[in-house]
């Protein structure tokens, strides 16, 4: 027994290669903990500062947004307004987009189509925003939708073409997600459907659906909360007007192009315009958060274990 008490020391001893590799991973991970916490910590500090100056109540309650021209009005609900409208847009195109490409890739096709159709989709994520705004302003603007709509109902910046944009941006990101959530579903379930007579399309409607539903809801929100962010693409196609509006046929501004506004021209440092940026951003940064959020509770709700 006294043996065994005196090599255990020597058995749960680690290597000095694998204590330099813990390390060097606990390292690497604090770097992303550590980057948030302070652009958090920089957020809060500028946003309380730019508080200081403007009253809190008009910044999340005024609907009127002029931070470059004479007499400055700080209502961001005119930003956020222009953000949801663009954001709802491109939700309504992709969800259907992106899960029928799912129930294709997972339910429908064969390996020749899913090597066709998934490098497809994968080469429409990668497209840099910018070009999608430039398509956006220079051909789906002047010749689909001008032509449908009419050159008097839709200028050259508009909601509905960002929407349409960041729509085809994030579709991939739901057919992804949704085909791998559909594909974690057990066969076997599947073939007890078939088994009692069920056609593909009740499979896929009352067996595969229910049970990728976690995965399909937080590609939903992970998509949302993508096109909230987006930024080139909207300043493009969108264009710098901010106004309080439910039409999409109206140029709008987002938080994401006032930031890029703001970013890109001579404002001083210290100047109110400047504060301004950061609470515009921290309001962004709460809103993503929120979906996040959303999203991990909806995961963690209607999760589905088949062990």
Sequence with gaps: MNASA???PLMHRKPASERIMEALLFLAAAVGVVTT????????????E?????????????????????????????????????????????????????VLLSEYSGTRVRSIVKPVLETIAGIPTIVLGFFALYFLTPNILKPIIGDDNIGT????AAGIVVGVLITPLIASISEDSMRAVPRGMREGAYAMGATKFEVVRKVVFPAALSG????????????????????LAAGTKPQMTLN?????????????????G??????????????VAGTLF??????????????????????
């Design 286 to 307: 709460a809103m993503t958060l929120v979906l996040n959020l959303i999203s991990n509770r909806v995961v963690a709700r209607f999760r589905t274990s088949y062990e």
């Design 6 to 8: 005196a090599r255990r």
């Design 248 to 264: 999409p046929l109206e140029s709008v501004q987002t938080m994401t192009a006032f930031i890029v506004q703001i970013s890109l």
């Design 157 to 160: 910046f508009s909601a509905l």
């Design 216 to 235: 399909i809801m937080a590609s939903i929100i992970l998509a949302a909360s993508r096109a909230v962010g987006e930024t080139m693409a909207v300043v």
């Design 37 to 48: 916490i302070g652009i958090v910590a920089v957020l809060v500090y500028e946003t309380l």
């Design 50 to 102: 730019f508080f200081s100056i403007v009253s809190p109540v008009e910044f999340f309650t005024g609907t009127t947004w002029s931070a470059s021209i004479k007499p400055y009005t700080f209502g961001v609900l005119a930003l956020v307004s222009g953000t949801l409208l663009v954001a709802t847009i491109a939700v309504v195109i992709a969800v259907p987009l992106g899960l029928l490409a799912a």
């Design 266 to 279: 001579d404002t001083p440092q210290d100047s109110i315009q400047f504060k301004s940026l950061f609470a």
